[in-house]
């Protein structure tokens, strides 16, 4: 029976069925647990098959919203919603069914998408695995939780997606339960959730008891006119509630779980850190926009900061500031991931709505894309280590598709013009800075500064550089291919030979069989198998193109024309006085129905559209100057400390990095020696000390003279402060306050010890007794 | 008939069975005494449907007959496994749970 | 006032039927947590459960008085009588059915049957019980069901998962292996 049918007359069949997005998943679960082990293909076949069958319903879905909205004229467009009854008790019934909107399109599309070809690649990255159909059945699960949270039209079916999605990544995390480690990563990861999730539950009750109602919608329009009793208690429901955003989307002091989540296969970081699990927290101060905005009084006039956006700016720094001190590549883009929810979050903070959703949606792709690069690093080429200072650098020539994609995704990531990363991330500083948020604008340019520089140390590590340790031993087996089929292949640093050729006197090739893996791209053969390539290709072009749903510097404000509608909250002209939305909204509900009316019209119309900030759409290469300036500043900086840093410890002759690129003679010179292969070191010797010693002599010395006072002094500084708030904030303050907690428990336990004489008796006595006391306490007060 | 006559007939027996739950020795009686309770408990379920006029007493009664029987089940397995072990099933030597 | 009085002559028969069943029931009770043989202590609590019926049909609750005499005293005590059996005690007297600090029950005995006295008396004295209607008392199992099948579905529903983990529980716990 239908508990609340607003069915609108053309919502279209994958509109009105878009409940089949998360059922297929969640039916595919039970069948892979089932069945899974009979099958072929260990069950695998209909985790891909239920994820490429919700992505096409979620396809439908979107071209049907897209012309949902296209159709609407400028009027306000309706969200799809329907419900039927799951349980009752007593009088009060709770629904389960759709609540179908931008937002959650846009989510939808992304999970469906991003699970389907995480489930590709994992048939290839977990081949062989013991618990490979158990793995396939929760990532599906997973998929299938995240969707339902996504879909849900109350309160109650959010929390459901929400528990099966905490549920679930503690087994995907703990994949590998037999190593410690995995298992004790598992399980702070649920309990660190958990935490955050006491507030949820206060959360929703709260809202509960203010609107009387759990439907999201009903919650968002009485939040948004105003019919709440006490502004007070949605306050506390907002914090509560974002308190459980804090714990599952990593934000500042619940941070912890997320770096340690990384003991799950590679594929599940990817899952959980791009599109899913750390999302949910986004997505559901996105959804509830209105509770959060009016409970917190989000661009109130005169407002500086606020707790949403605290916590985000916080976390944007912190995280970065750790992600300089990993040597683990998926602890650098844990981080990452951590820095960038923080982004989001400060954006919701500041009131851009519409750009840290778009955030969402970009982030999602580059983020996967260079998690997954990472996995086909350690799958192919590292022995399955994830350590970047001991198993890696120089990957990059043979690895053309990993290191494509790597390159482009941190791009995106670094916000560099014309990748997706730059789109999303520049309108959520930029609307900072017009909101009159100026500490959260500093706080995000600075941000900017430090992620391409962590990103270009890390791809330093990985790509550049010396091969070591499993990177040279797989660079080295490469190059004996490459001699007996006798093509023309290109150089490599001078100093990577130096290398090979010692680990190749270690392991020979024979004593290291090729593992049975599947099949590369013919164009690039000693990259990754293709299932672990093809998604990447994929993602890679996303991390470019996605971007371009919504690119105000190149006028582009499509994504935001279908998405407005789910903010909940009127849009608002930007006073230069930063004046607060709802003041304005009812002149402005005219204002956006006359730009969608209109194409010519909306240009202008959408400059003004975005909620209380009008500035992103009327992008000015002017404002984002400063942030793109400190990008390139982070780039430089870091790029000659990583020269500097990790050059020399590992090589006196670091600087060659560059020269070998650079110089075609030396290209040319060291092809001809690579012919002569028990030669090689010697003239790998010859060669580089007489020829390209003084020439990297010279370089070295313009790097640690002309540009060491300034950059090198900045970068170690930001070195140490990373490892000072590592070791200070990170271990002691946030680990100090959680061991102070346990020995409160312990200690007022050894106090009440006699009491537990461990007779049954006694303690029946000890009830009874307390029962009574309780009961006359009862009776005098009421007396 | 007065309403106070099934409630406290009701609030006899259970603090008759709350004394048997503290004083008894032997696990069977014990479960006996907790039998005890729970009919008090659903006297005075009934003696309320009757007072207010509402079934829901009954379908309560009805309820906790159905966990008593399975708690009876169950605690009597566990007193026959305690017996199987140890041989006795005096409640006072089973203190392993002493802090 | 003619009506309570009325109802109240009514009610003299089923007052007295109500104290003489009362009375056996106390006395029984009692000799279930005194009496020091075990099967002594079996049989006494029959006679309770039996009476407890006997009030059910005198508060118009003829079907749960009839589940108490069909779970309780046909199924219960048997169980009981296994659960002694089983555990070989003894048949006769026993000398240690209590604990050595067995009185402090009685204070706490005393203490929570004078709070619930207190709260009782003090909530419902006075309170008289009219009659339900013949008609009432007729429908009554018809309403129990329609309340299991309607409101109650969920919660029966539950149950029936406790009944068959209980079930499942004491077979794990009393198999021999």
């Not at chain 1, 879909?151 to 549920?167: R, T």
């Not at chain 1, 279908?562 to 009812?586: C, R, W």
């Not at chain 1, 002309?706 to 950059?711: M, S």
């Not at chain 3, 029950?105 to 003090?122: A, C, S």
Request: charge should be negative; hydrophobic fraction near 50%.
């Amino acid at each position: 029976m239908l508990l609340a049918a607003q069915e609108t007359a053309a919502a279209g069949w994958f509109l009105e069925n878009a409940w089949l997005i998360p059922l297929i998943p969640f039916v595919a679960f039970f069948v892979i647990l089932l069945f899974g082990k009979k099958m072929p293909r260990g069950g695998s076949e209909v985790g891909i098959a239920s994820m490429v069958a919700a992505l096409v319903v979620a396809a439908g879905a979107a071209y049907q919203w897209i012309d949902r909205v296209d159709s609407s004229h400028g009027e306000e467009v309706e969200p799809v919603i329907r419900q039927w009854v799951w349980w009752q008790s007593g009088g009060t019934r709770f629904g389960i069914g759709e609540h179908i909107d931008g937002l959650a399109i846009v989510v939808l599309l992304l999970v469906a998408f991003i699970s389907t070809l995480v489930q590709i690649y994992s048939t290839e990255y977990v081949k062989g695995d013991r618990r490979y159909t158990h793995y396939f059945a929760s990532i599906t699960l997973f998929s299938a939780g995240m969707l339902i949270m996504v879909l849900a039209p109350n309160m109650v079916q959010l929390i459901l997606g929400w528990e099966i999605m905490g549920l679930t990544s503690f087994l995907l995390i703990g994949h590998w339960w037999e190593e410690k480690a995995n298992s004790e990563a598992a399980l702070k990861a649920f309990w660190t959730v958990r935490v955050g999730d006491v507030g949820l539950l206060v959360g929703t009750a709260v809202l509960l008891g203010i609107f009387g109602t759990l439907d999201i919608k009903g919650i968002n329009d009485s939040a948004a006119a105003g019919q709440f009793g006490s502004h007070n208690a949605l306050m506390w429901a907002a914090i509560a509630l974002f308190i459980a955003c804090i714990g599952k989307s990593g934000q500042f002091p619940l941070h912890t779980w997320l770096p340690d989540a990384m003991a799950g296969p590679t594929p599940v970081s990817s899952l959980l850190h791009s599109s899913t699990m750390v999302v949910a927290g986004v997505y559901l101060v996105a959804r509830l926009y209105p509770v959060f905005h009016v409970g917190l009084e989000i661009n109130a006039v005169g407002q500086t900061f606020n707790l949403i956006a605290v916590i985000g700016g916080i976390t944007v720094i912190v995280a970065a500031a750790l992600a300089f001190v990993q040597n683990d590549i998926k602890k650098v883009l844990a981080y990452s991931t951590v820095s960038q929810l923080g982004y989001m979050m400060m954006g919701l903070g500041v009131g851009a709505w519409t750009a840290s959703v778009f955030h969402i949606f970009t982030h999602a792709f580059f983020k996967c894309c260079l998690f997954l690069a990472a996995g086909s690093i350690s799958y192919t080429a590292s022995h399955h280590s994830f350590d970047m200072k001991k198993d890696m650098g120089g990957l990059w020539k043979k690895m053309p598709i990993t290191f494509g994609a790597w390159m482009v995704s941190t791009a995106a990531l670094a916000g560099i013009p014309f990748f997706s990363g730059f789109f999303s991330k520049d309108e959520i500083i930029d609307s900072a800075k017009h909101a009159d948020y100026t500490i959260f604008y500093l706080v995000g340019i600075v941000g900017a500064f430090m992620t391409i520089a962590y990103m270009t140390r890390a791809t330093y590590l990985v790509f550049f550089g010396t091969p070591r340790g499993g990177a040279a031993h797989f660079m080295g087996v490469e190059h004996g291919l490459e001699h007996r089929d006798d093509h023309a292949h290109e150089t490599l640093g001078h100093d990577d030979h130096s290398d090979d050729h010692a680990d190749q006197s270690d392991h020979g090739h024979d004593d290291h069989p090729e593992p049975v893996r599947g099949r590369p791209f013919p164009f690039a053969k000693y990259d990754s198998p293709w299932k672990i390539t093809a998604p990447l290709l994929i993602l890679g072009t996303l991390a470019v193109g996605s971007g371009y749903l919504n690119a105000p510097a190149v006028g582009v404000h499509w994504f935001e024309h279908q998405t407005e509608s789910s903010i909940g909250l009127p849009l608002a002209e930007h006073e230069a006085d930063g004046d607060n939305a709802e003041q304005v909204s009812s002149e402005h509900a005219v204002d956006e129905s006359v730009g969608a009316e209109d194409v010519g019209a909306a240009e202008h119309a959408a400059d003004s559209a975005i909620y209380s900030v009008p500035e992103p759409p009327k992008f000015a290469w002017g404002a984002a100057a400063p942030g793109l300036l400190l990008v390139l500043a982070g780039f430089l900086v870091s790029l000659f400390l990583s020269l500097a840093v990790f050059g020399k410890r590992k090589n006196v002759l670091s600087p060659l990095v560059g020269i070998t690129e650079r110089n075609k003679l030396f290209g040319a010179g060291h092809r001809f020696l690579v012919n002569k292969l028990y030669l090689d070191h010697l003239y790998e010797k010859v060669i580089v000390h007489g020829v390209a010693y003084p020439v990297s002599k010279a370089a070295y010395w313009f790097n640690q003279n002309i540009i060491d006072g300034v950059v090198d002094g900045a970068g170690r500084s930001t070195k140490r402060t990373g490892e000072w708030v590592y070791r200070n904030i990170d271990q002691r303050l946030v680990d100090g306050a959680v061991n102070a907690s346990g020995m409160v428990a312990n200690e007022s336990g050894h106090a009440l010890q006699p009491v537990q004489s461990g007779k049954v008796n006694h303690y029946g006595a000890l009830l009874f007794g307390a029962a009574a006391v309780g009961a006359i306490v009862l009776i005098l007060l009421n007396v | 008939m007065y309403a106070v006559n099934f409630l406290l007939l009701s609030a006899a027996l259970f603090s008759i069975g709350v004394f048997g739950v503290i004083a008894r020795r032997n696990a069977v009686m014990v479960l006996m005494s907790i039998e005890l309770i729970l009919n008090s408990v659903n006297l005075n379920l009934v003696a309320f449907a009757l007072i207010n006029k509402d079934i829901d007493g009954h379908i309560f009664a009805l309820f906790v007959i159905a966990v008593a029987a399975a708690e009876v089940g169950v605690g009597l397995g566990m007193v026959l496994m305690i017996y199987r072990n140890r041989r006795s099933i005096a409640l006072d030597e089973l203190s392993e749970m002493h802090g | 006032m003619n009506a309570l009085l009325l109802a109240a002559d009514v009610n003299v028969a089923q007052n007295i039927g109500f104290y003489i069943i009362a009375a056996i029931m106390l006395y029984a009770a009692f000799s279930v947590v005194s009496t020091k043989n075990v099967v002594h202590a079996a049989l006494w609590l029959v006679v309770v459960l039996g009476g407890v019926a006997a009030q059910y049909i005198l508060a118009a609750a003829e079907f749960v008085a009839v589940s108490q005499v069909m779970v309780y005293i046909g199924a219960v005590m048997v169980l009981f009588l296994f659960g002694i059996m089983l555990t070989r005690a003894s048949i006769g007297a026993d000398t240690d059915v209590n604990n050595k600090d067995w009185k402090l029950g009685i204070p706490v005995g005393l203490v929570f049957f004078g709070v619930l006295v207190y709260t009782v008396v003090d909530a419902f004295e006075g309170t008289v019980i009219v009659e339900p209607s013949a008609a009432q008392i007729a429908s009554s199992t018809t309403l129990i069901s329609d309340g299991y099948l309607g409101d109650y579905l969920i919660p029966l529903i539950a149950l029936s998962f406790v009944l068959l983990a209980a079930a499942v529980g004491a077979i794990v716990l009393a198999r021999k292996d």
